[in-house]
Structure formats: structure tokens, C-alpha cells
């Protein structure tokens, strides 16, 4: 490689090995299949004519297992754009690491901001532990404010409830998450409001306790 200069040349190469490429694609399905939603897969084989277009056929391989899961597949930028005119479409998406990232701060964005943002790292055999957390990172510019969203937070918690198999639980905790929301009075600035991180958490915790009672 030469470095600096009008002949420098810069290479990234991804890597997509079958059992790791298979096993997120066949997560996907199990969970559409689970729940009875559809599966959607996001990909760029017009482009990338090597690691899209395998992603492309261990979809479709892995699909003949599943034929009670309806499947829609898009490249990115397609899916890009149907994200902000008709959000409805998705349900169950599948799609790499770099293009996941994006369209999560889109889809993020689309539902309110990353401060309601839930995500999961997760390990589907459970061999090893999975992480859930909010999208957000730490926001260390609005540290100690009490103005930051703790909704993303809250809502990793429902799904990893629904991960460890108490889907009641998980429920719940989104049931009180939304009656806050639908009350719109209790929510932090990003979100419209004036509330501080504090009196949000607590209003979801008196209607977590009057879901559960």
C-alpha cells in the first residue's frame, strides 16, 4: 500500500464465513417463525457480486426450512427509502453488520430517537451470554443533567426478559413503557417534554406495578 500521495490506495475486506452468515439468517427465521411475522432480508448483491450475493443464496437456502415464514427481500438503498415511507412493511429484518448499523439510527430516528432506541447483542445458542442495551451509548455531553432518555434502557430490559424466556415480564415492562408515552406527560426533552430521567423511570415503574398487580 502506498501511503499518502495521489497513488495511495486503501483496502477493507469483509468477511463472511457460511456458519456465521447461516446462523444470524436462521435466527432471523426461527424468530419470524415464533411469532408469525414476516422476514425481511437487506442486502447489496448488485454491488457486492461476492459476500451479498452468498448472503443472498444462504438466505434462500435456509428459507426451504421455513416455509410458513412469508419473506421479502430488498437492497439497502430500496430498503432505505421503504423505511421512511412505509415502516409498516418490516417486521423481522436480517441484514449485515454495516448495514444493520444504519438502518437501526434510521429506524431509531423514525420511532423517536436513539434515546428510545433498545438494541441486543445477541448469542442465539446461549452458549455464551448476550448484552442488551440502548443504541445510544453513553452521551457523556449530557452527563449528570438528569435530561437523557432512560426508555431505550428500560426497553432493552423487555427484551431480554423475552430472551431469557419471560415474555410475560417482557410485556409488561413494554405496556407500562407505551402508557407513559401515551400519556405524554411524563417524558425528557428529546422526546417533547420536560421531565428529568428520574421522573421518567419512576412513572414506568407505577405503571409497571399497576400492570403487575
Given at each position: 500500500?502506498?501511503?499518502?500521495?495521489?497513488?495511495?490506495?486503501v483496502?477493507?475486506?469483509?468477511v463472511?464465513s457460511?456458519i456465521?452468515?447461516?446462523?444470524i439468517?436462521?435466527?432471523?427465521?426461527?424468530?419470524?417463525?415464533?411469532?408469525?411475522?414476516?422476514?425481511?432480508?437487506i442486502?447489496?448483491?448488485?454491488?457486492?457480486?461476492?459476500?451479498?450475493?452468498?448472503?443472498?443464496?444462504v438466505?434462500?437456502?435456509?428459507?426451504?426450512e421455513?416455509?410458513?415464514?412469508?419473506?421479502?427481500?430488498y437492497?439497502v438503498d430500496?430498503?432505505?427509502?421503504f423505511?421512511?415511507q412505509d415502516p409498516?412493511r418490516f417486521?423481522?429484518?436480517?441484514?449485515?453488520?454495516?448495514?444493520?448499523d444504519?438502518?437501526?439510527?434510521?429506524?431509531?430516528?423514525l420511532?423517536g430517537?436513539?434515546?428510545?432506541?433498545?438494541?441486543?447483542?445477541i448469542n442465539?445458542?446461549k452458549e455464551y451470554?448476550?448484552m442488551?442495551e440502548?443504541?445510544?451509548?453513553?452521551?457523556p455531553?449530557i452527563?449528570g443533567?438528569?435530561?437523557?432518555?432512560?426508555?431505550a434502557?428500560?426497553?432493552s430490559a423487555?427484551?431480554m426478559m423475552?430472551?431469557f424466556g419471560?415474555?410475560?415480564?417482557g410485556?409488561?415492562?413494554?405496556?407500562?413503557m407505551?402508557?407513559?408515552m401515551t400519556?405524554n406527560?411524563t417524558l425528557?426533552?428529546?422526546?417533547?417534554?420536560?421531565?428529568?430521567?428520574?421522573?421518567?423511570?419512576?412513572?414506568?415503574?407505577r405503571?409497571?406495578?399497576?400492570?403487575t398487580?
Amino acid at each position: 500500500m502506498l501511503i499518502y500521495g495521489p497513488e495511495e490506495v486503501v483496502l477493507q475486506t469483509g468477511v463472511f464465513s457460511r456458519i456465521g452468515t447461516e446462523r444470524i439468517i436462521r435466527h432471523a427465521y426461527e424468530e419470524a417463525s415464533r411469532s408469525g411475522r414476516t422476514l425481511t432480508s437487506i442486502s447489496k448483491g448488485n454491488a457486492l457480486n461476492y459476500s451479498m450475493v452468498f448472503w443472498d443464496q444462504v438466505f434462500d437456502e435456509v428459507g426451504k426450512e421455513y416455509p410458513d415464514v412469508k419473506t421479502y427481500s430488498y437492497l439497502v438503498d430500496a430498503a432505505s427509502m421503504f423505511f421512511v415511507q412505509d415502516p409498516g412493511r418490516f417486521e423481522v429484518v436480517v441484514t449485515s453488520n454495516l448495514f444493520g448499523d444504519i438502518i437501526t439510527d434510521l429506524g431509531a430516528g423514525l420511532a423517536g430517537g436513539l434515546g428510545l432506541a433498545a438494541g441486543a447483542n445477541i448469542n442465539p445458542s446461549k452458549e455464551y451470554p448476550s448484552m442488551f442495551e440502548p443504541i445510544h451509548g453513553s452521551a457523556p455531553d449530557i452527563a449528570g443533567k438528569q435530561i437523557s432518555n432512560p426508555l431505550a434502557a428500560i426497553w432493552s430490559a423487555s427484551q431480554m426478559m423475552d430472551f431469557f424466556g419471560h415474555e410475560d415480564w417482557g410485556k409488561r415492562i413494554l405496556q407500562a413503557m407505551e402508557q407513559v408515552m401515551t400519556e405524554n406527560e411524563t417524558l425528557t426533552p428529546d422526546m417533547g417534554g420536560g421531565s428529568s430521567t428520574a421522573e421518567v423511570g419512576e412513572a414506568v415503574s407505577r405503571e409497571l406495578e399497576k400492570i403487575t398487580k
